[in-house]
């Protein structure tokens, strides 16, 4: 085993914040980033039956798998090999973007606190933890289709009699992430400033040495569905959730080919939703110990 100092970097999204274009991105670089000491780990690692974060760490465990082989610093030492960064992205390990039945979340996020705190106590030593933003109607809009996408079909309406803005309450969020044991930096970024921030985000999750083999992958993925797909799930009311009609309606009517993105919020309700995201962002960057990733010249 190396006895290399080792560092951990935990980016944990959120949800709908173009995690998988960051994910591909580092993916791209792994080898590249393994032969400088830097071992990258993304959701292909952790999805599989008995293998997510916690089930490997051992500090959570499906009654229906089986225990983990290794031990916690067996595991850890497998991963990070000789390396001196560990760094791993993985969004689900804070909790769902919706309700598995299309119900209210009245606390968003609400045990990612806790399930950081095991992970740093599985490992044994602080984690980094970096974690993106996004406007609250944004946030909302892209949940809903994610919503859609994953077989669960309800009215705009309805979904958002469960999720008002109000719900999307990132101070929360952050000021609960700064109270988990074993917590070392807290880096944070808005979505909106998510390409220009590219290389400053790359640089605190793999460090500044390797930041430069990392290079946005040039096409992004996971984009929403489009008004005309979202009206095509809803007239189809009889179909078999099974289907994924909502996938299949994005290919057929796509944003890319020029169909306006949906939109379930007014122009005046986007713009009350910006100014309480606005609000949130100025609290956030007055908290101690988190580090607000911004633009040059951004007056927040």
Same mark, same amino acid.
């Given at each position: 085993?190396?006895?290399?100092?080792?560092?951990?970097?935990?980016?944990?999204?959120?949800?709908?914040?173009?995690?998988t %274009?960051?994910?591909?991105?580092?993916? %791209?670089?792994?080898?590249?980033?393994?032969?400088e000491?830097?071992?990258?780990?993304?959701?292909? %690692?952790?999805?599989s039956?008995?293998?997510?974060?916690?089930?490997?760490?051992?500090?959570?465990?499906?009654?229906?798998?089986?225990a983990?082989?290794?031990?916690?610093?067996?595991q850890?030492?497998?991963?990070?090999?000789?390396?001196?960064?560990?760094?791993?992205?993985?969004?689900?390990?804070?909790?769902?973007?919706?309700?598995?039945?299309?119900?209210?979340?009245?606390?968003?996020?609400?045990?990612?606190?806790?399930?950081i705190?095991?992970?740093?106590?599985?490992?044994?030593?602080?984690v980094?933890?970096?974690?993106?933003?996004?406007?609250?109607?944004?946030?909302?809009?892209?949940?809903?289709?994610?919503?859609?996408?994953?077989?669960?079909?309800?009215?705009?309406?309805?979904?958002?009699?469960?999720?008002?803005?109000?719900?999307?309450?990132?101070?929360?969020?952050?000021?609960?992430?700064?109270?988990?044991?074993?917590?070392?930096?807290?880096?944070?970024?808005?979505?909106?400033?998510?390409?220009?921030?590219f290389?400053?985000i790359?640089?605190g999750?793999?460090?500044?040495?390797?930041?430069?083999?990392?290079?946005?992958?040039?096409?992004?993925?996971?984009?929403?569905?489009?008004?005309?797909?979202?009206?095509?799930?809803?007239?189809?009311?009889?179909?078999?959730?099974?289907?994924?009609?909502?996938?299949?309606?994005?290919?057929?009517?796509?944003?890319?080919?020029?169909?306006?993105?949906?939109?379930?919020?007014?122009?005046?309700?986007?713009?009350?939703?910006?100014?309480?995201?606005?609000?949130?962002?100025?609290?956030?960057?007055?908290?101690?110990?988190?580090?607000?990733?911004?633009?040059?010249?951004d007056?927040?």
């Amino acid at each position: 085993m190396t006895n290399n100092p080792l560092s951990i970097a935990l980016h944990i999204g959120v949800h709908k914040t173009a995690t998988t %274009h960051l994910q591909r991105s580092l993916k %791209h670089a792994r080898r590249a980033l393994a032969a400088e000491g830097v071992r990258y780990y993304g959701p292909d %690692h952790f999805r599989s039956p008995g293998q997510t974060i916690p089930a490997r760490f051992g500090f959570r465990r499906d009654p229906s798998t089986q225990a983990p082989d290794l031990a916690p610093a067996e595991q850890l030492a497998l991963m990070r090999k000789e390396g001196h960064r560990l760094v791993i992205s993985e969004e689900n390990f804070i909790g769902a973007l919706n309700h598995p039945h299309g119900l209210a979340l009245k606390t968003r996020y609400k045990d990612a606190d806790n399930r950081i705190a095991a992970f740093a106590n599985a490992v044994g030593q602080e984690v980094d933890v970096c974690v993106a933003l996004r406007r609250p109607t944004g946030f909302l809009n892209a949940a809903y289709c994610q919503m859609l996408l994953g077989g669960r079909v309800q009215p705009i309406g309805l979904y958002l009699s469960r999720n008002p803005v109000s719900s999307v309450d990132w101070v929360a969020l952050i000021a609960r992430l700064r109270t988990a044991s074993g917590l070392g930096r807290l880096t944070v970024w808005r979505y909106e400033d998510y390409a220009v921030l590219f290389p400053q985000i790359v640089a605190g999750l793999v460090g500044t040495e390797a930041a430069h083999l990392v290079v946005p992958r040039p096409k992004y993925v996971n984009r929403g569905l489009s008004a005309a797909a979202v009206a095509d799930v809803l007239q189809r009311t009889d179909a078999d959730p099974t289907d994924k009609i909502a996938a299949a309606a994005r290919r057929m009517l796509p944003v890319e080919e020029g169909y306006p993105p949906f939109d379930g919020f007014s122009q005046a309700e986007h713009e009350m939703g910006d100014a309480i995201y606005a609000a949130q962002i100025k609290a956030i960057a007055a908290m101690d110990g988190v580090t607000l990733l911004q633009p040059q010249n951004d007056p927040t």
